[in-house]
């Protein structure tokens, strides 16, 4: 069996305001900590630099951030919507496309999830206070890694076949999410106040998008481990022999 280990290319996060490029370490160990090889990619929108991050690498993790603009989902900006970042939807929609044409494993996590519903056709809200309000704790304050509310696992999803469980109690920390799913996606999960938080598309290997945080709780929680263990394991299927 080969000892190599899968190669996981992750979005990077963005500072307009400092002009870089950065990354939260618990992208970065969470993945080494599953099996594999954490590299943040440039924000790039360069076609042949996107088909070949595409091909060269062998996972793909789609990160938090600024929020997707409301352009991408064919809505207009409401006031409460967030800081945006055009240079993030536009490599991030690129990569997508190639990915999903290459058939690629793919995590999304908090905008990830997301991202990944308003280019597959659905819709966001921009607000949860204004547009859907909940007695939920949907925007945490540190730390990060603890649990603040419960989100309800559909049976028949694969997120159930990992986990074994019906019930997960997660961390929060976001003011959008899906409203109208895309018809390309099934949920997984969903918070006891009908939000949807965890993704996946049937005619793909492997395509998860959760709405919480493993990034930050995988040190200390298992069910968030697991998850990035599945997509570290489904990337190194495809040379695994």
């Given amino acids: 069996m080969s000892t190599k280990k899968p190669m996981i290319g992750i979005v990077p996060l ?25 590299v943040m990619l440039p924000l790039v929108s360069n076609m042949q630099d996107i088909r070949q991050m595409a091909d060269g690498f062998d996972g793909f993790l789609f990160t938090g951030g600024q929020d997707v603009a409301p352009e991408c989902y064919g809505q207009k900006r409401l006031p409460q919507c967030g800081q945006t970042c055009p240079g993030r939807d536009q490599m991030e929609a690129l990569l997508l496309e190639e990915v999903l ?6 995590l999304g996590i908090c905008r990830g999830i ?8 659905g819709t966001l ?21 603890r649990p603040v509310h419960e989100v309800v696992v559909e049976k028949d999803s694969p997120l159930y076949k990992l986990l074994g469980k ?20 099934s949920a997984m999960a ?19 998008a959760v709405q919480w945080h493993p990034e930050f709780s995988f040190r200390v929680e298992e069910n968030s481990r697991k998850i990035l263990e599945e997509l570290v394991h489904e990337a190194g ?4 022999f």
Avoid: C
């Fill in 14 to 38: 963005v500072d307009e305001e400092r002009e870089s490029y950065w990354m939260l370490p618990g992208y970065m160990e969470g993945i080494t900590m599953a099996g594999g090889i954490p």
């Fill in 101 to 106: 044409k290459r058939d690629k494993p793919l």
């Fill in 114 to 121: 997301q991202f990944l519903n308003a280019m597959l056709g």
């Fill in 125 to 145: 809200y921009q607000d949860l206070p204004g547009e859907h309000p909940s007695e939920l704790n949907h925007h945490q304050t540190p730390p990060y890694d």
């Fill in 166 to 185: 019906e019930r997960l109690s997660v961390n929060s920390y976001h003011h959008q999410a899906v409203k109208t799913l895309s018809s390309k996606l």
């Fill in 190 to 208: 969903y918070a006891t106040d009908g939000l949807v938080e965890a993704v996946w598309m049937p005619e793909k290997q492997f395509v998860w």
């Fill in 237 to 240: 299927k495809s040379w695994i």
